[in-house]
């Protein structure tokens, strides 16, 4: 049982994520440690790359932002470093392949061991070319994050049958995002994950209102917001600490309502 799947135990989780190296290092560090202070179950950190592809402006944004101030991948294992100083919090990284497989498979998985990742979600990695890292990050007890789009009921059980950690179930087709409402069939798409699968599912991409946390949460096991936290950061840089906590205790007291 690995600490993702542990975060799940308590009730409904909370997964909020940011972009390592938005505005820096420094600040994502404490960013992290408010966001623990509000009630997060996990954290997602992003893992800055040039050609973000599944996200929107906000977050294609903080990209650029932190690559402009030197973030680098080493740099993000680095951040890891220092959170786990004081904290044991679950951290799953988010990012490409492109970085990982230049990195080197058996370099960055035993660094995510080393430092004390938990998690990675690689969002342009095809589910039929995945054991290439699968099979790496597996060895160094690494859980790869399954990323299910509203696509077929057969593909979605494919890819829950071999899930671990947690499941990152995409509310909606495109990039990354802020919505005004979330019409796909979520209730449908869960039930055809639990039918293969005791993974818990947690649903992103479009959620930035409590509201609609307690919605998506109350239809599977937690709710993962980014573009609206990073907005924030966007906003309000280095002094954005006080907000995204208030904004993501905001978030955890409704989902842990349910």
Known sequence: MSRISDAFKNGKAFIPFLTAGD???DATVNFIFELERAGASVIEIGVPFSDPIAEGPVIQEANIRALSNGMTTDGVFEIVKRVREKSNIPICLMG?????????????????????????IIADMP???????????????????ALIAPT???????????????IYLVSSMGVTGMRSEITTDIEKMVKAIKEVSDTPVAVGFGISTPAQAADMAGK???????????????EHGENAAPVIYEYVKSMVDAVKAL
């Open 220 to 234: 599977s096991d937690g709710a993962i917001v980014g573009s609206a936290i990073v907005k924030k950061i966007a």
């Open 152 to 166: 077929s009921e057969q593909r979605i059980q494919m890819i829950a049958k071999e899930a671990t950690g947690y």
């Open 127 to 145: 589910y039929e070319e995945r054991m290439e890292a699968k099979e790496v990050a597996d060895k160094y007890g690494i859980d790869v994050v």
């Open 96 to 120: 490409y392949l492109n970085p990982v497989f230049h990195y080197g498979y058996e370099r960055f998985f035993a660094k995510c061991q080393e430092v004390g990742v938990d998690g990675i």
């Open 23 to 25: 505005p820096t290092a």
